[in-house]
């Protein structure tokens, strides 16, 4: 199975992803978490990335899909893929065609998360992760049950991105709708888009995307 999961920031692709990681053994590809890797360890990529993150606009095509490229080689054929953030232009989808094929893969699912964008900076601005596993939390909708303590890996280093603030987070919205979200109706041509309400629980959203796989 190879899904996209694609919305706006804060839609919720990265919690989603580590549900289905967790009750599918799926692998997520995450785009974003490979380039905020990459400026942590401070690589080529990472130092061209670093400045227009920051701005909350989009890195090269070349550069993600290369990294989507050398993720999915190194993937057996029976780990489903969720492309998580990718792709996010017309050229990055024709990429991922190409890039599927090359591996004897086809995608199953674009699964849009539909969500009032209002409603996301708020999200957004209320995010944290773990610094040891990157497990997601936000303040108020999904804290840890021990505040202060990582549900996941018990670790009390809690971080906030450095993009999470709100004109940033207006500039990555522009961004999605500018040159993401034209993406769609190519996907829609081949029958494979299905949406979810993303405003919904976690849980909810969950069960609707386990629906559509099921399906
Ligand atoms: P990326 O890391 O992909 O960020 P994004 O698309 O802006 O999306 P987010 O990660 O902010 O949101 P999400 O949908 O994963 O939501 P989450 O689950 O965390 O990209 C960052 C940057 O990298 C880009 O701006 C760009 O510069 C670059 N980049 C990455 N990929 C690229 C590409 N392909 N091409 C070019 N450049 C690229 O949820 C958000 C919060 O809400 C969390 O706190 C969560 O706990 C909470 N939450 C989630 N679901 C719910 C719910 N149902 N109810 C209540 N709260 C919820
Ligand atoms: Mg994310």
Avoid: W
């Amino acid at each position: 199975m190879n899904i996209i999961l694609l919305g706006p920031p804060g839609a919720g692709k990265g919690t989603q992803s580590a549900g289905l990681v967790e009750r599918h053994g799926m692998r997520q590809l995450s785009t974003g978490d490979m380039l905020r890797a990459a400026v942590k360890a401070g690589t080529p990529v990472g130092l061209k990335a670093k400045a227009v993150m920051e701005r909350g606009e989009l890195v090269s095509d070349e550069i993600v899909s290369a990294l989507i490229d050398d993720e999915l080689a190194s993937m057996g054929p029976e780990t489903g893929a969720i492309f998580d953030g990718y792709p996010r232009t017309a050229a990055q989808a024709d990429a991922l065609d190409a890039i599927l094929a090359k591996n004897g893969r086809a995608l199953d699912h674009v699964i849009e998360l539909e969500v009032n964008e209002d409603a996301l900076v708020e999200r957004i601005t209320g995010r944290f992760s773990c610094g040891n596993c990157g497990a997601l939390y936000h303040d108020t909708a999904n804290p840890p049950s021990e505040p202060g303590k990582c549900d996941a890996c018990g670790s009390s280093d809690f971080r906030r991105r450095p993009d999470d603030n709100e004109e940033t987070v207006r500039t990555r919205m522009a961004e999605y709708r500018a040159k993401t979200a034209p993406i769609l109706p190519g996907y829609e041509a081949r029958g494979i888009v299905s949406r979810v309400d993303g405003m919904g629980a976690i849980d909810a959203v969950a069960n609707a995307i386990d629906g559509i796989l099921a399906s």
